[in-house]
């Protein structure tokens, strides 16, 4: 940890500030990457950010409704694919 402490005169402290950054950088730059591949296909906005939806629904026990409501909202998956495929040919 000395090595650390002295290296450039910055603190330990500054360099878990900097791992944390790093880090939330990362994540932000996978969920943009995962959004993007899949921004053609239709559904809610939330859901293709987080998974907090997910937890919410299975926790208040009306996850099987809430996909039923999406699938009448938007589609089937396997229809907005076929459809998607169809488009890029």
């Not at 500054?14 to 899949?38: E, H, K, P």
């Not at 939806?53 to 409501?69: I, P």
Request: glycine content about 6%; some cysteine.
């Amino acid at each position: 940890m000395s090595v650390l402490s002295t290296y450039s005169g910055h603190s330990v402290g500054n360099w878990v500030i900097l791992a944390l950054v790093c880090l939330i950088g990362l994540y932000v730059i996978q969920i943009f990457r995962s959004w993007y591949r899949l921004r053609h296909f239709e559904g809610p906005l939330f859901a293709s950010l987080s998974r907090l939806w997910l937890v919410r629904a299975v926790s208040a026990g009306t996850l099987h409704l809430d996909f039923q409501a999406v699938n009448r909202k938007y589609g089937m998956f396997n229809d907005q694919l076929e459809s998607n495929t169809r488009n890029r040919c």
